[in-house]
């Protein structure tokens, strides 16, 4: 089956020579300093709560199940009930077979239904049927469809069609907001990252995301840090916000609030929501909870007071 | 006048003047001083050089640094190979300007083989001294580090008094090998080889500006020397009359590199050595990000 | 660039105080002077105060050294080099060099919190660069003392004798370890003189030279003001002098130095340029110019003070630095976040807003991040001016404080010629992802040290030093080795 032709205007695909070069190690220096900053007290409070409101809670594997995705649903709703003024996570994040499952276990609730799609996590499909894929789980109810780019068309210099798809999909997706998965551990370099994030924007997303989390590395902070550089650059030139979504890898409190400290030293108060900021994880929250719990009564914490689904 | 005297010829004497960014003018001031020989006659009138001439030749010097500090190492080592060659091929009339400033025949033949070979050394160092005192350093940092010798820019050189030649010799190689450009005042007593070399530079390829030779009294130039704003590094090859310190108190002004060379022998073989390069040479440390 | 979308840094999420416990630190009330492995009372008997320029109050009294303690220590440095010490194989001396290294590694907190104390420089920097740096330096140095022989082909590398060594207050025990460590790998002894403002970390440096139990007086630690520096110069039985300070004070001791057969070193000051091309990382290179200016609250010799900035990109830059700006916590220097702690003392903070006065009234536009600052101590923004040129004071003269001159360029022939106009030339930073471009103008820059998309890195391995009116010579690393060698023909 022949990929549809290519009907992207050239003219919209951005100039990707005229995106910055990245260093390396200049990136990483970088992010070595966001780890210095030393999160203590109520900020320390403030920002285990904002990372938690921020969660994606994810479940993407081949042994998934209504039961388990439902029971994911039910830990989102009542994440640690004995400790007061918590916020809900963000969202829960399954296959499309599972949106359905999703959306009723969570009806009622301020949480929204996140599905992957484009044949996740390859991508290696038709158009037609990543398109198909896409309008299935919206019909199902996805509010957000994390998609993911043809990373072997883009390392092939094969942008417009890169761009036309991810185009292709945002028109799908209609209301739905639109994740775009780089899978930056496929990418091979900084400067491929921020080359992708710009096509992304320019294509449409409402947010970019590193990665499937079936690749290694998934996110790291350097690799976050250049697509936060990238936002902020395409704010600065057209004025549209775009959210960013580290996943994979992020599964300490600490590690959370590092990545925090990098947000709002890079994009500032604007991007401190969890509209344009999001963790893809699925750990992350128990690591979180057992923190907030410590803050609260000053005792060290164990896994098994924290509730595993 | 006799028919006999007639069929002898009158020698040509040479004017011996200054040389400055590859032209031999006269010293702008006009004044001269005689050098004569050891019976007492006059063998020539030198040009007394000036604080002016000082100034163009420290402008021709300035303006020569750029062309011949990038002159790849290959070829400043020809060119100094090639004024080598050039002194060879002069031997004659070096060894006659040294005996006739009283430098006994044999001393003078070794001082003119003395400074040919001095100068076929330091060519030989053009494309080497760099390997010697270079280094990559192992910074514990993802960098790449590395340090290498740069000229320092403009030397200026107060000769040795009591060597005309090999003296004055031993000192400009080093400092041009390495990329430098210099303004040298030749001694002032035996002052003619100093002119004379310069003849040999100007047949030999060496850019005009890179070396500029003066002749004229230490005891009115040195001060200008060591002041002098543009200049970066002076040496200075006699101590008469404390004159080391006062050329040290003056060099302050702008920081100017100090180097002393003074009671050396000139002939001994340890002026064949590469530190006399380095003398004149600045260390630059480059550091560069190792990543993708 | 729209130039409309502006990003927020005020409010919101703000770092709770996370000060750096001092519970631990131990400071005497009174220090006397280190000679012969002792502190002893000053001959002069006076006394001066150190203050802690975040509060401005006293830290501790510490001794004026006058000339004949100057003197006392000079005889210990003698008869130390004389005795023991000359007498010592090399690679024992190497030995207690090592253990220097190894205590300051143990002791690194202790040394970093005073060190922001008595400096007032962020707590981050002291604990994450100054202190393991200077360790780094002691442990670099410690192994070349049985080596030197192979440092300097066909040259028999001989010890000097007693170096006299005066430093400045902006790094004081980094520049302590720059000073002391290739000196006593080198077999020689030494008398140090720290500056008045920030002696305490020497004075500790000398608790834990004594406890390394070195031979008496093979360090000896003399405190005091500007005549105390000058007595040591003027020594007769120093060998050699290492200076880091100003420039006008480097000229100086060349002119005290000038008809003796004193050896010297002299680091001087700067005012780096730091050039970014329109094809450089450009996220990458703000963070050069912030490390490059706001790093020690400027107070960096090698600091990059001048920005140069192609054209193409200079409002983009701007923008960035400006938006970067606002993220740098200016505060308390023991608070484990802060970025730009307390100008050192009350002289330096008169003197940077003397600079900021004359750079508006030279007509520059300045710029300051609007970050709240304490209300007691010595404070500054981190601070741009731009409309600015060659032909400006703030642009010719270094101000030694976070302030950045920001002039474009358009070609590189441009760039060049404004970089290398200047008295200094201590360093340079280059910003560009060409390399055949990086090679060409890390020649062309007249700087002894070029930082290369990258800037005010440092390593005992790495030799620093000027050209021009930035000094004479170079420490760090192997070459940093002749400074405090005699270099005689091997025969």
Known sequence: MSEPALHVKPSLVPDLNRVPPVDEVGVIERTTRFCKRSIKKDSKIEALKLALSMIDLTTLEGQDTPGKVRQLCQKAIHLHDTLDDLPHVAAVCVYPTMVGVAKNALTGHDINVASVATAFPSGMAPRAVKLEDTRMAVGDGADEID??????????????????????????????????????????????????????????????????????????????????????????????????????????????????????????????????????????????????????????????????? | MSPKAASKRVPVAKTYKIYIGGKFPRTESGRYYTVTDKSGDVMANICQGSRKDFREAVVAARAAVPGWSSTSAYLRGQILYRIGEMLEGRRAQFIAELTSQGVASAAAEAEVSATIDRLIYYAGWADKYQQVFSSVNPVSSSHFNFSVLEATGVVAILAPEQSGLLGLISNIAPAIVGGNTCVVLGSESLPLCAISFAEVLESSDVPAGVVNILTGFKEELREHFASHMDVNAIVYCDDEQNSGAEIQQASAINIKRVISRVDRRWDDAENDNPYLISDTQETKTTWHPIGR | MSGQSKLSFDGGWEYAPAPQDISHIQLEKKYGLFIDGDFVAPESGNYFETINPATEKPLAKVAAANGADVDKAVRAARKAFDGPWSKMSAADRGKYIYRIARMLQERSREFAVIESLDGGKPIRESRDIDIPLSAAHFFYYAGWADKLQYAFPGREAQALGVAGQI????????????????????????????????????????????????????????????????????????NKIAFTGSTAVGRLIQQRLAGTAKKYTLELGGKAANIIFADAAIDQAVEGIVNGIFFNQGHVCCAGSRLLVQEAVADEVIQKLKDRMETLIVGDPLDKNTDIGAINSAAQHKRIDEYLKLGQEEGAEMYQSSRPVPASGYWCRPTLFTGVSQSNRIVQEEIFGPVLAIQTFRTMEEGVTKANNTPYGLSGGIWTDKGAKIFKMTRAIRAGVIWANTFNKFDPTSPFGGYKESGVGREGGLHGLSAYLSLEPRR
């Open chain 3, 167 to 238: 430093i400045p207050w902006n790094f004081p025990l980094l520049m302590a370890a720059w000073k002391i460590a290739p000196a006593l790998a080198c077999g020689n002894t030494v008398v140090l003189k720290p500056a008045e403002t920030t002696p305490l970390t020497a004075l500790k440096l000398a608790e834990l030279v004594r406890d390394a139990d070195l031979p008496p007086g093979v360090v000896n630690i003399v405190t005091g003001a500007g005549d105390t520096g000058t007595a040591l110069v003027e020594h007769d039985d120093v």
């Open chain 1, 147 to 309: 998609m993911v780019i043809s990373r072997g068309a883009f390392l092939q210099g094969e942008y417009g069609l890169v761009f036309e798809e991810i185009a292709a999909i945002k028109e799908a997706c209609g209301d739905a907001h639109l994740k775009v998965i780089l899978e930056t551990g496929e990418l091979g370099t900084l400067d491929r990252v921020r080359r992708a994030s710009v096509l992304a924007m320019h294509a449409g997303a409402d947010f970019i995301k590193t990665s499937t989390g079936k690749i290694q590395p998934a996110a790291t902070m350097p690799v976050t840090l250049v697509m936060l550089q990238a936002i902020r650059d395409y704010y600065y030139e057209t004025d549209r916000r775009v959210g960013m979504k580290p996943a994979g890898g992020i599964s300490k409190a600490k590690q959370a609030i590092q990545y925090l400290v990098m947000l709002h030293e890079t994009l500032g108060n604007d991007w401190m929501t969890p509209d344009l900021f999001r963790f893809g994880a699925s750990s992350l929250a128990n690591d979180v909870l057992m923190q907030l719990q410590k803050q609260k009564t000053g005792a060290y914490q164990s896994a098994d007071y924290f509730s595993k689904d």
